[in-house]
């Protein structure tokens, strides 16, 4: 359901129109120019790579003991969703592809996955400590 989600996401962009594939290595338009859209977009697309990278680390979250081990694997995952996502973004008519939007999306996942290594490692602690006691 999520992937669905993310499809949209991407696609949703194109009802603007389709223009020839292109590429800028900044964000898409000069930032004064943006709108209040684009910018709630972009968020959007931050979170989401953000949750992409937390289910990539849990879903082998407990075979893989740490971040630096996962980080193969998440580098991979997320490089991979964001050039599919950059590569259809290429169409949209105006913007285009970005590289700068690539290497934000990409951080956004590596964040997700470290938080969720930093939740695992604080819930390993306090199941470590002595339960506290019942009345």
Same mark, same amino acid.
């Given at each position: ?13 194109? +009802? ?13 338009? =000069?930032?004064?120019?943006? +709108?209040? =859209? ?7 697309l ?5 949750? *992409? /990278?937390?289910? *990539?680390?849990?879903?082998? /979250?407990?075979? *893989? ?7 193969? !694997? ?5 490089? &991979? ?7 259809? !973004?290429g169409?949209? &008519? /105006?913007?285009? &592809?970005?590289?700068? !939007? ?11 996955g ?6 695992? !490692? ?14």
């Amino acid at each position: 359901v999520y992937g669905a989600y993310l499809l949209i996401l991407t696609l949703l962009p194109l +009802t603007d129109g389709l223009g020839g594939w292109q590429i800028g290595f900044g964000l898409p338009g =000069v930032a004064s120019q943006l +709108t209040k =859209v684009e910018i709630l977009r972009f968020l959007e697309l931050v979170a989401s790579s953000t949750l *992409v /990278g937390y289910m *990539v680390a849990e879903h082998r /979250g407990r075979v *893989v003991e740490s971040y630096q081990e996962a980080l193969p !694997r998440l580098l991979t995952i997320g490089t &991979a969703a964001i050039l599919v996502n950059e590569g259809i !973004r290429g169409f949209h &008519a /105006g913007h285009g &592809a970005s590289a700068a !939007r690539g290497l934000v999306l990409l951080a956004a996942t590596l964040y997700g996955g470290w938080l969720y290594y930093l939740q695992r !490692r604080h819930v390993l602690q306090l199941l470590a400590e002595d339960p506290p006691t019942t009345l």
